[in-house]
């Protein structure tokens, strides 16, 4: 295809471009500088982009660090349960991370998710549960439970519909590990393992002498040979 081919091309595609696309993306710019501008987060990196329908509250800000180049998708949801306590972030979204929209973000303790981290639509993280030990009372009056931390690390790839639940302790996903769509993980996954399942069980890992992904029957046969 020549020059003029290529501008015509490119010609076409703006023509027939939605212009409302135009003012979401400006909304969207200006949504994000005026959070930038006027909400305490805890940190506010460089190129963080926030969708207008994503919710974080002024109070949950205070408790909120994100990174450079974080991008938040639509109608997320960063929601902090305990207001008060510690001042350090109980919601991090290290650099490069990618939400997807619908996904929600819930910390009572520390959800960390380390740089690089991609969210698919509709992933949920909760540090803890709500309180229903008691049978007399109506489980939305009881509060939650004490819970646990998550800590994603970097280059992670939660698919969409994954739940990660920590009841208690603290529970990790390694580094450059991958949770199938639909997946509930509520243990800790190693480093480079594809998991999937409710509850999720790791169905590959990285061989670093083959240089593959391996069920982990072939990953354990050739350790013992």
């Given at each position: 295809m020549?020059?003029?081919q290529n501008s015509a091309s490119g010609g076409s595609s703006r023509r027939h471009a939605d212009p409302?696309?135009?003012f979401l993306k400006a909304a969207n710019k200006i949504h994000t500088e005026w959070l930038r501008a006027t909400y305490p987060f805890h940190t506010?990196?460089?190129?963080?982009?926030?969708?207008?329908?994503?919710?974080?509250?002024?109070?949950?800000?205070h408790h909120v660090g994100l990174g450079d180049g974080v991008s938040i998708g639509k109608d997320v949801w960063l929601n902090i349960v305990e207001l008060a306590g510690r001042v350090s972030p109980k919601i991090s979204l290290g650099n490069g991370c990618r939400i997807g929209r619908r996904a929600t973000i819930s910390a009572r303790n520390s959800i960390v998710l380390e740089n690089d981290v991609l969210l698919a639509p509709s992933v949920l993280l909760m540090d803890h549960n709500?309180?229903?030990?008691?049978?007399?009372?109506?489980?939305?009056?009881?509060?939650?439970?004490a819970g646990g931390t998550i800590r994603v690390e970097k280059n992670c790839w939660l698919g969409y519909g994954a739940v990660i639940f920590c009841a208690a302790g603290e529970l990790i996903i390694g580094r450059?590990?991958?949770?199938?769509?639909?997946?509930?993980?509520?243990?800790s996954v190693p480093p480079c393992s594809v998991v999937a399942g409710a509850?999720?069980?790791?169905?590959?890992?990285?061989d670093d002498v083959t240089g593959q992904w391996v069920r982990p029957v072939a990953l354990s046969a050739e350790v013992s040979s």
């Open positions: 020549d020059d003029r409302f696309s135009i506010f990196g460089r190129g963080v982009s926030i969708e207008y329908s994503a919710e974080i509250s002024r109070a949950a800000a709500h309180e229903y030990s008691d049978i007399h009372l109506p489980i939305h009056a009881q509060g939650v439970t450059n590990s991958v949770v199938g769509a639909h997946s509930v993980v509520t243990k509850p999720a069980k790791v169905i590959k890992q990285y």
